[in-house]
């Protein structure tokens, strides 16, 4: 497989994070209104944000990057590459919805819409970078 353009990396990056993000934030909405009273944002926001790593992987690499063969040290990049998003999205939720009263939904999406940058970058340069050797068979070229 050779390496796509940018364009269309982005392109199937976008739908397929498109779909993730709503199906993050569905999750998130959902622990919000069941337990969000009890529990508080943070818990709900980590929970969410497992379940949206886990579904992420899986379609990215199926999806956008096209990439297959050995996936233990993808995922281990990729579950890196997201903890940081993950952190920073809590600390700003934190600052945000915590210390500065924000609305917490619309708060999510705001935050989730910035780092979605952030994440595209290192999941094409780092996480997956070595689809850009795989060749037609989906081997790693020697």
Not at 1 to 17: K, N, P
Request: hydrophobic share 55%; charged share 10%; no cysteine.
């Amino acid at each position: 497989m050779s390496r796509t353009s940018l364009a269309g990396d982005g392109l199937r990056y976008l739908i397929v994070g498109g779909y993730n993000t709503l199906f993050t934030l569905a999750v998130f909405w959902v622990l919000d209104r069941l337990w969000g009273a009890a529990l508080g944002v943070q818990p709900v926001y980590w929970i969410s944000a497992v379940v949206g790593i886990l579904n992420g992987f899986l379609t990215q690499r199926i999806f956008v990057w096209r990439v297959r063969g050995a996936w233990r040290r993808e995922l281990a990049k990729f579950a890196v590459v997201n903890l940081v998003v993950a952190v920073l999205n809590s600390l700003l939720l934190f600052v945000t919805v915590t210390l500065l009263g924000l609305p917490t939904f619309p708060t999510q999406v705001a935050i989730t819409s910035v780092l979605i940058i952030l994440a595209f970058f290192a999941n094409r340069h780092w996480v997956f970078a070595r689809a850009a050797s795989d060749t037609e068979d989906g081997q790693p070229s020697p």
